[in-house]
């Protein structure tokens, strides 16, 4: 299975794409692992939140094959601890998919085009975090799950 983490707009801190490089590298010792940028939406200051939301929708969907299982990061998704995470990537694993799909949206979260074809809606926490923490905060928990699946001892209960 390859998990795919696809997200709006480049990533601009330094610090952040170090941190995310850093977990990036250390995934690919579990799985496939590829984060897609998606670029921000031209003139997007002349369009009102739901066309901006329906344009980043018709670019993330045209990136999802329809046997890929497609993960919303929402904040009214499913909170999860690590552990309940490692166990659904092994969910998924065991279901034999193709790709696992998980996505960042916009500024104002996603269309009702992409509700309508999303799998599930998983909340990182109740808090808000920028677009670009969240990627990073993302890519560990990526990493921290396959280490608990994994037995190894990164991850501490």
Known sequence: MKLKLLVIGKTDADYVKQGIE???KRLKH????????????????NLSEREQKEKEGEVILSKVENSDCLALLDENGKENNSVEFSNLLQKRMNQGLKNLVFVVGGPYGFSEKVYQRANEKLALSRMTFSHQMVRLFFVEQ???GFTILKGEPYHHN
Do not use: A, H, M, T
């Not at 579990?30 to 200051?45: A, G």
């Open 22 to 24: 850093v977990y990036s």
């Open 30 to 45: 579990y799985c496939q692992f590829e984060l897609i940028e998606i670029p921000d939406i031209k003139n997007s200051k």
């Open 142 to 144: 990526l990493y921290r």
